[in-house]
């Protein structure tokens, strides 16, 4: 089991870890916050927690250039914690590309993965958040859920990360690039390929339906008949 540091509050438990590099030596090493006041998401956005939550980084040491890809680590990182979380919601749960889990139509967790330099060595910075046992059903007009909102019960935050962090490792431990059949298909099957997403594409905003991966983590998407790779970016789920 990796090592596991609580902390009682920090701004973002991903820039504690980036500002020490003492840690960097220790793969899986992992910071968690019972406060985090600036937590940081995708694309510039906040990620906001309280004791009620669980908010937490770990180092990951890439052994070979393949794991050296943010997206893959992302990806799996994903399904690891899709994982855990569905044998405690058991149904509604699913990903939503690259980086969010979701229940129904409500966010429940986010990845936030970085890439820092020590001399010549890549070395990721993972952070996760998870709503575990707040309240709130939006943030900032977006719809959000917890664990608790779900089943009416507390989720105890520690078990919960142990679980977590042990998926993870076993996870990370096999990644491969390209991505194998049998990472396609359970990715595949955790998501709601019955909803249509949507992204801008120029000033154009596109609709689409997810069909699949490709080998190296981008999604493969169906714009009115036509074939699509989307390789970064915010898509966004739509209400029908």
Same mark, same amino acid.
């Given at each position: 089991m990796p090592e596991i540091i609580t902390l009682p509050e920090v701004d973002s438990t991903n820039n504690y870890l980036k500002s020490n590099k003492e840690f960097w030596k220790k793969n899986f090493l992992t910071i968690?916050?019972?406060?985090?006041?600036?937590?940081? +998401? $995708?694309? #510039?956005?906040?990620?906001?927690? !309280?004791? $009620? &939550?669980?908010?937490?980084?770990? =180092?990951?040491?890439?052994q070979t250039t393949i794991t050296e890809n943010l997206p893959l680590v992302t990806l799996h990182s994903g399904l690891a914690i899709y994982r855990v979380l569905l044998k405690i919601v058991e149904k509604d749960l699913y990903i939503k590309w690259p980086n969010d889990i979701y229940y129904k139509e409500s966010k429940l967790a986010g990845i936030l993965t970085e890439l820092v330099m020590n001399n010549e060595n890549k070395i990721m910075i993972v952070g996760i958040g998870i709503n575990v046992n707040s309240k709130s059903d939006t943030i900032d007009n977006r719809p959000v859920t917890s664990l608790f909102n779900i089943l009416k019960t507390p989720v105890h935050i520690e078990?919960?990360?142990? &679980?977590? *962090? &042990?998926?993870? /490792?076993? !996870?990370? +431990?096999? @990644?491969t690039a390209p991505l194998t059949r049998k990472?396609? #298909?359970?990715? *595949? %099957?955790?998501? %709601? %390929?019955? @909803?249509?997403?949507?992204?801008?594409?120029?000033?154009t905003l596109v609709e689409f339906k997810i !069909? +699949?991966? !490709?080998?190296?983590? /981008?999604? =493969? =998407? &169906? =714009?009115d008949g036509t074939r699509q790779i989307i390789r970064d970016g915010e898509i966004n789920l739509i209400s029908r």
């Open positions: 968690r916050a019972i406060r985090q006041t600036k937590g940081r +998401g $995708r694309l #510039t956005k906040e990620w906001f927690s !309280t004791e $009620r &939550d669980l908010t937490f980084s770990f =180092v990951y040491l890439p078990n919960l990360l142990l &679980d977590l *962090m &042990d998926e993870i /490792e076993k !996870t990370l +431990g096999n @990644i990472f396609k #298909t359970e990715w *595949m %099957n955790s998501i %709601n %390929n019955k @909803i249509f997403y949507q992204k801008y594409q120029g000033s !069909t +699949g991966l !490709t080998d190296l983590g /981008e999604l =493969v =998407v &169906d =714009v």
